[in-house]
């Protein structure tokens, strides 16, 4: 988010400057990623987005567009993610009880249609770590408009298939309720496809420890860039006069702001101007404090700059002398904390290192002149220039830093967060001690669901939390984590991260290394290719010594991308029980999991879609839900009445294909969409995504603790070779295709049964309902592409049933709905 309302009123008052793109010719520009990307993915755009699940197509369309601007006019882009939630922002988000109200958010809906440092104490940062929530703190954030929007619409689409499907024969009917919210679109969530698509194209990124436009002053500072792309929050930093505010890259021109002219234009000091920004509610202080919450939203800034102007109001001042009970404490604090995060920043410095970053706003006058001489405004100038320079080296560093920002991690483990090698999820719940598990796109209604979060702790988290704070101080070692579930925010589970030995030990003889790593590339195929090559495991991959000590020469270490990813994916494997292994005994075998794993080949399954796979088989082993059982509760079929009562059979096949069609990435051009949905389909999408990102998280800490623990040669590789090498080669980091594959194959199956069986008429149905003339080119291809992805799932079924891993009636089950799609593709 930005200023509450400031924007607007900038534009109201004619402070928005317009200048031609030609004018940032040659020069480096440095974007807030969120920022940017909440301008391209507006409310009108993407509208079904979080029904359908996937990344947003066209955000690709957009960033292309943008980058030939860029390239037109030779300005180098560096794109900075945000990092890591302030105090502030995880209370306001509601980290700490992981939304566990949204289930009640609908009423909501229709009311909003360690330490860093050791000098001294910060006189305004006091709070206890946790305490508090959005709703207790005097606002809604962003996260629960979009909550409650997102269940408002799926109880309107509920409604409109109980009262369609009685009446439905083929032709499905299209909600009319958009999923879309009018907040600030929240980048994290894409934040692993953009750092693809960056990579892929060669454009500089970066992920902030903290806030992305914190990191943006510090290499503005440094002269790293020459301007910033970012919010108006950028109006509080005391190093930056003028910043842009958006590009119309149609126009070839661009919007600014001069901060030196908006302090004179409001007669305010930079000071006052922090103070009414933190009181109407901005990035580090995402609530709108009293006496402003009874004023419209738009008119926030206006009012509260009104206040100032014609009663000397001092919105801090206020804060601390209306302190009447608990709630307005939490303001006062919450006042503090943004104001103590303001002025000392952490960011990611060029020496490698995360320290704070002293922003002294409060000796900065940007008064209007009043009067004064030309060269009295210089002098005075002159005089505050000194003062910057003294006070940013010798302002003592608080010792409490840790209470309004978070505990501090070691250097190496941001620079990791910096690539994307981590997502940062883990590396929060260190800091904070809670992992919170929020609601998926469908609600996560479902027992299966439920039971997946309860059971992924020993599944997944504990393990991954204890390979990540073994190697740190031992504080992070025994400091409690907890799980917080949505569904139960009152009902937390410890998480055990603790264990002796540690995983890390348990696992350091497991190594991977070619000798000729440097010429492979490191995939799920080459990685069950290598394995099946060996004809002696034990003898390849166990190794006598440990690579770690600072004795073993750096050519005995892991030396390439493909041997370090490969070592960490085997090492997973055998945490998830797909190998057996035990050094003491020298053994090290596949499981009957890893022996359908390895048999991915011989069974001719496209290298595309074994990554995909093998998140289906982690699924499969959990057995929270088989593939052809009904979720409990119920949820509605897309399918019509009809076509249930009718064709029985027949749509237990559809519903066996819609499930493994999850997995499947329809190609489709940029678009966005705008047709039937299907919340049955994207409940099981839910399912499998929530098992690729604990296997993303499990990957990243057994990778990390490989780091940390000097087993890889890192002065080998610069940043570029990390991102090009290792961070771009990372399996488990996308986010799952979108369900419009699966859809288009449920709706052309139900069109074909109900029309005398006629391909063509389903595939005109298809055509017509999902609008492919526009978005899917060569739609008859890509149903014949999927049809053999669809064979391929059939033969590992039966493996899987073979091993008795799977009951053999639903392996049969899906063979015959396999062979239901090919009678439909042969035109009759």
């Known amino acids: 988010m930005a200023i509450k309302s400031l924007e607007l009123y900038l534009f109201e008052r004619g402070l928005v400057g317009t200048y031609p793109l030609e004018a940032l010719k040659n020069s480096t520009v440095g974007i807030d990623v969120g920022h940017y990307v909440s301008r391209l993915l507006s409310a009108k755009k993407e509208q079904y987005l979080d029904a359908v699940g996937g990344f947003p197509t066209t955000l690709n369309l957009f960033l292309e567009s943008d980058l030939k601007v860029f390239e037109e006019f030779n300005i180098t882009p560096i794109f900075i993610f945000e990092g890591s939630l302030s105090q502030n922002n995880l209370i306001n988000s509601g980290h700490f009880n992981a939304n566990g109200n949204v289930n009640s958010l609908d009423s909501m809906d229709q009311n909003n249609s360690g330490p860093v440092g050791t000098s001294t104490n910060a006189a305004t940062a006091t709070t206890t770590a946790g305490s508090g929530s959005s709703r207790e703190s005097g606002g809604n954030s962003d996260k629960d408009i979009a909550l409650a929007q997102r269940n408002k619409a799926w109880t309107q689409w509920k409604n409109m298939i109980s009262a369609n499907q009685p009446t439905y024969i083929d032709q499905p009917p299209v909600p009319h309720e958009p999923f879309r919210y009018h907040t600030t679109v929240d980048s994290h969530r894409y934040q692993a496809g953009l750092i693809q698509y960056f990579i892929k194209h060669d454009i500089h990124y970066q992920v902030a420890p903290f806030a992305a436009w914190s990191q943006l002053a510090y290499l503005y500072k440094q002269g790293f860039i020459d301007t910033i792309f970012g919010p108006t929050d950028c109006l509080m930093l005391s190093e930056v006069d003028r910043f842009i505010l958006g590009m119309e890259f149609p126009n070839k021109d661009f919007r600014y702001i001069d901060k030196n002219r908006v302090l004179k234009e409001f007669g305010i000091s930079l000071k006052e101007f922090v103070d009414i920004s933190m009181t109407v ?38 804060q601390l002398g209306n302190e009447v009970d608990s709630t307005t404490h939490s303001y006062l604090e919450q006042f503090q904390r943004a104001v103590s995060h303001l002025k000392y920043m952490p960011v990611l410095k060029d020496s ?373 090498e290792i961070v771009a080669k990372l399996p488990f980091k996308l986010e799952l295709p979108n369900i419009l594959m699966a859809m288009m194959w449920q709706f052309f199956l139900q069109k074909y049964l109900h029309n005398g069986n006629s391909k063509s008429d389903a595939m005109t149905l298809v055509n017509n309902v999902f609008n492919t003339f526009n978005t899917i080119t060569k739609l008859e291809e890509q149903f014949d592409t999927s049809f053999k992805y669809l064979e391929q799932c059939s033969k590992l079924f039966k493996e899987v049933a073979g091993a008795r891993l799977m009951k053999n009636n639903e392996a049969t089950a899906f063979e015959n709905a396999v062979t239901l799609c090919k009678n439909a593709l042969v035109e009759n």
């Open 281 to 318: 509610g901005n990035t580090l202080q995402p609530t709108t404090l009293p006496p402003l919450q009874i004023y419209p939203s738009n008119k926030l800034f206006e009012i509260a700059l009104e206040m100032v102007l014609n009663s000397g109001t001092n919105f801090y001042l206020y």
């Open 352 to 724: 490698g290192k995360v320290e704070l970053y002293i922003n002294d706003f409060e000796h900065i006058n940007h008064h209007h002149s009043n009067g004064k001489s030309s060269q009295n405004i210089e002098n005075d100038n002159e005089q505050q220039d000194n003062k910057k320079l003294e006070t940013s080296t010798s302002l003592p560093i608080p010792n409490d830093v840790h209470d309004f920002i978070t505990q501090r991690l070691p250097n190496e483990y941001y620079f990791y967060k910096s690539l994307g090698l981590v997502s940062g999820k883990l590396l929060d719940a260190i800091t904070t001690g809670v992992y919170p598990e929020e609601a998926p796109l469908d609600g996560g209604a479902s027992n299966s669901y439920r039971k997946l979060v309860t059971d992924s702790v020993a599944i997944f988290k504990d393990k991954e939390l204890n390979l990540l704070t073994q190697s740190i101080n031992r504080y992070f070692q025994m400091k409690p984590i907890k799980q917080v579930k949505w569904f139960a925010s009152g009902d937390s589970t410890t998480l055990l991260n603790r264990t002796t030995p540690s995983i890390f030990d348990k696992l350091n003889h497991l190594i991977i290394k070619t000798g000729d790593g440097e010429k492979k590339k490191f995939t799920i195929n080459s990685f069950i290719k290598l394995l099946n090559n060996s004809s002696d495991l034990v003898k390849d991959f166990i190794s006598n010594d440990v690579l770690f000590p600072n004795s073993v020469p750096l050519e005995k270490k892991l030396n390439s991308s493909f041997d370090l990813l490969a070592t960490a994916l085997l090492r997973s494997l055998v945490q998830l029980e797909f190998f057996q292994y035990d050094f003491d005994k020298k053994i090290l075998k596949p499981t009957q999991w890893g022996d359908i794993l390895l048999k991915f080949n011989s069974l001719q399954i496209e290298p595309e879609f074994q990554e995909n796979l093998l998140i289906l088989l982690v699924f499969l082993k959990t057995n929270v839900l088989t593939l052809g059982e009904e979720f409990q509760p119920s949820i509605n079929s897309a399918l019509s009445d009809h076509t249930l009562r009718t064709y029985p059979q027949e749509s237990n096949d559809i519903l066996l294909l819609t499930r493994v069609l999850t997995l499947y990435q329809v190609k489709q051009k940029p678009a966005s969409y705008h047709g039937p949905i299907d919340k049955k389909t994207l409940a099981f999408r839910d399912h499998l995504d929530f098992v690729r990102e604990n296997m993303n998280d499990m990957f990243e800490a057994i990778l990390v603790s490989s780091l940390t623990a000097n087993e890889f040669n890192k002065l080998k590789y610069d940043n570029y070779d990390w991102q090009r």
